[in-house]
């Protein structure tokens, strides 16, 4: 039987795992709409969002200046994830290839800004708690681009043997900061492709099962 040269998987988890991206757009309009004491538009939001909260406020004319202030929208960011009824739907072909990976005997990981709380709750209705060995959240260790929950995972593990599939630039940015590869995850509607292909990722993935390929291309 073929083995794959890399075995440790980590994904990111919205945009990647879960289409979460209206989800998002509404979460943070609610989040900025409070925070500015005034109504903001949803275009406002698509025109201006970050996964990256610095360069988010940024856009947003916002001083990011203490961490108390990214510490109080992360905990409302929280309660809404968990407050709200959102729509979240699996990309298809997602749960295939994350089966068929495991399949040919690679560790799979998660690997999310997202809290852990919602996380959980998410995994939990879509039945995916099982699949991953591990997971790391963005409230368990410094967010991305900081490698530091792609270390608490696989920090023991050559940096050959481990690949980060994600779709923002932060997924491809702390992939680098770690010292592995990367493929970015071109799937989600909502993914911003020129910032993502200007920091330079390994591969490019348009489908789930493209992303499954280019990794089973890598064989001893």
Partial sequence: ????????????????????????????????????DRPVLLDEVKRHYSPHLPELLQNFNIAYTDLALSQRLCRRWSELALEMEFDYVLFPGIVESISQLRLLGAAIYLWTARDRA???????????????????????????????????????????????????????????????????????????????LRHAPDFLANTPLECLDIIRGAYV
């Fill in 1 to 36: 039987m073929r083995v794959l040269h890399t075995k440790h998987i980590i994904f990111d988890f919205d945009g990647t795992v879960v289409d979460s991206y209206h989800a998002v757009l509404l979460g943070v309009q609610t989040v900025l709409s409070e925070l500015l």
């Fill in 118 to 196: 919602s996380t959980l709750k998410i995994l939990d209705n879509f039945n995916l708690i099982n699949l991953f060995t591990d997971f790391r959240c963005g409230d368990d260790t410094a967010t991305k681009p900081s490698p530091d929950g792609i270390m608490a995972m696989v920090g023991h593990v050559p940096k050959q043997d481990v690949i980060v599939v994600g779709d923002s630039h932060m997924d491809i940015l702390g992939a680098k900061n770690f010292g592995c590869r990367s493929i970015a995850a071109l799937w989600c509607q909502g993914v911003d492709r020129q910032t993502v």
